[in-house]
């Protein structure tokens, strides 16, 4: 299974030069520490802050500089501050390139479950509803199962929505895969993963070209 790390490179091997990218809270996060050498991309977070750069080192750690999720973050050259609107406004205009969550569920229709378990404590919605419907490219990172082993791509999402057939790429630990009519397609897989594990943890329908290589990390 991919590490939390290079499920982040693999991830930002997707950003595009120029793109403007807000990060969810979680294993996303880390994809600002793997942005490709020369490559040009604005990070955005919610709480306010348009150039968000790597987490910082004990030297340049500032408590007040905080991402969506509290942790402390760096600021990059000509990067902004500004009010939460604002930062809303960004993201509800359509001025998000990519964006990339974590999730709860996934399901074959691009359906996606990410903020509430029933019966749980929530802590609140935060700008994923936003992102979802305001962002022209949305990518999920989350585990392909679920710490009792049930699968989290399913035929059809079981938990309170945050979007509905938005979603159109998904990273696991095990495989990367597009969803295109009606069913999760598997375009690569994890190295030393099998093609009959993933068929094995995915619930909803599943598509399997004759080919699918192994990810390739730089």
Sequence with gaps: MLTREQMAQRVAQELRDGDYVNLGIGIPTLVANYVPQGMDVMLQSENGLLGMGEFPTAAQLDADMINAGKQTVTARRGAAIFDSAQSFAMIRGGHVDLTVLGAFEVDVAGNIASWMIPGKLVK???????????????????????????????????????????????????????IEQGAFVLRERAPGVSVEEIMAKTAGTLVVPKQVPEMRFC
């Design 124 to 178: 609140g919605m935060g700008g994923a509803m936003d992102l979802v419907a305001g962002a022209e490219n949305i990518i999920v990172m989350m585990t392909h199962a679920a710490k009792n082993g049930e699968s989290k791509l399913l035929p059809r999402c079981t938990l309170p929505l945050t979007g509905a057939h938005c979603i159109r790429k998904v990273l696991t630990d095990l495989a990367y895969l597009e």
